[in-house]
């Protein structure tokens, strides 16, 4: 048997993070993945064509930029293990159907003077919205990357002045009735509500406008990151990292249960029989759902209410493409953003795909969001070329009965032909694509359950100390010692936080080290 002083389950970003973490301070760590290939949502592959390097999940890494991973470049990631970033000018912009557009750029004066194409006076309202936002910022990136902390001490702290308590019931409205409140011009309103709706949720749904301050709030003061080389590049600088460290990350080594002795985690097997003892601890990239199977002796309320855990009605569904040349759209304005929704031009339109939805149906309208980063990273292409990476919402168990295997194609087809009304040389300039369906993306990370890229829904009841559940919140089980969890069903949630860091910092309490001192690169 191998032994490792920490095993850590997954190689998605967040366990490399707190693997890393441990490594850097002295453990001896290992990384088991059950692809043969490592990083989960953080993967850049050849899909398509050799040479067309595509990010076949995150491609933007907005979040990750407040972190002190980065900001104090703790592990070194940029100085020493080869972690660059480009900052696009406009991290995202809505095209409309009738070939109007809104760029929001990272100058909000600039952001103000789109807006007043549509409106003065939302340009004027814009402009409180992104000082409030500004505001906001620093209180609300510092809880993303440490440990939460209780909801009920969170909320009596907001209720102790004025603004804790506007914040407060930012944070319970909708988008939709706080974006009525702000903005009077319908294609303003959609712009900011198809922000929730890359959260997966509605812009009906409660508890949600805060998501247009800290999106906003990200989008102007660090800007959307787009790694250079692909998205990948943060797991290979992950990699590098720990293993400079001693430590060892093994690919097609998939993990089928925890062992556990006298109530403490002391290692895993593998579905292949192969076992590995941790002489500390076991990080586990393991869903909510599936806890209860890879786990002997979980206490049965922890397990039910894991089990219990609420998945989004809005799945996922992705189309790669390898393109003979850069996009055309139809638009008299210069589509150079990183984030690029095509939008309806009414915005009731958008309102109402959500709600199918809800009741498991197809949008009418597809709601179409893109990236083509290769303008960013011509280093993605062969000279000349480009790639497209385009996503759309769907409901995981296809209201037709069919299986998204046998009729993904034919959904790509329609999601094409609906981009052809945005972009003239589509679907002409498509060298190759490749599709992934909901039931793909759950099999490429058991995180993206049922196509939920946030792992299972973002909702307020399953945030903060309560993501997942209440007894999940910190990163440990209720009686189990020594087991420690990470992803985007954990706190802060989905995305590209880099909150593995959180994790580490709970592990680095546990065994007794100094999280300040040691959970460096030197
Ligand atoms: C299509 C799509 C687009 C996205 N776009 C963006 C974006 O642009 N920006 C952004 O910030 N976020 C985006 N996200 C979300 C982001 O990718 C995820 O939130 C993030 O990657 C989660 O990281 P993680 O490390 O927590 O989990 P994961 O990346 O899911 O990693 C978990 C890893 O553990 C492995 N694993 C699980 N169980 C086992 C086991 N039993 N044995 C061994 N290995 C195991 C999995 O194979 C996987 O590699 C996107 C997600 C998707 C699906």
Known sequence: MTTADIIAVGSGHNGLVAAAYLAAAGKKVLVLERNAWFGGGVVTRELTR??????????????????????????????????????????????????????????????????????????????????????????????????????????????????????????QMSTHDHLCELFEHEKVRMHF?????????????????????????????????????????LTDALIACIRDHGGEVLASAEVARIRVSNGRATGVETVDGRSFGARDAVIGAIHPHLLGQMIDGMDPTVRAAAEATHITDAACITVHAALDAPLQFRTSERVDAVMVEMLPTSYETLRRDFDELRYHRFTPYPLLGLGSLSQFDPSRVPPGKAILHLWDYVPYRRPDGRSWDEAKQEYADRMLAHLSKFVANIPGVVLERHVDSPVDMERTSPSFRRGDLHGIATSTYQSGAHRPTPDLG????????????????????????GAGRATAMTMFEALGLDFERQGRVK
């Open 50 to 171: 050799p040479g067309f390097r595509h990010d076949q999940h995150s491609m933007s890494h907005i979040f990750i930029q407040g972190n002190p991973l980065l900001t104090n470049d703790e592990l070194r990631l940029k100085s020493r293990y080869g972690l660059e970033y480009i900052f696009p000018q406009v991290p995202m912009m809505s095209v409309f159907e009738d070939g109007t557009t809104l760029k929001l750029y990272r100058d909000p004066e600039k952001s103000a003077a789109e807006i007043a194409k549509y409106s003065r006076r939302d340009a004027d309202a814009f402009r409180q919205v992104s000082r409030q936002a500004a505001a906001w910022l620093p209180m609300i990136a510092s809880t993303l990357y440490s440990p939460p902390a209780p909801v009920g001490a969170s909320n009596a702290m907001l209720d102790q002045s004025r603004e804790g308590r506007e914040l407060w019931r930012v944070i």
């Open 193 to 233: 509500a198809r922000v929730a709706g890359e959260n997966l949720v509605s812009p009906d749904e409660k508890a949600t406008a805060i998501g247009v301050y800290v999106f906003l709030g990200f989008l102007e003061a660090y800007g959307f990151g787009v790694a250079r080389g692909g998205s990948g590049r």
């Open 474 to 497: 910190q990163y440990t089980i209720p009686g189990l010692d020594r087991f420690y969890l990470v992803g985007p069903f954990q706190h802060p949630g989905g995305g590209v936080f």
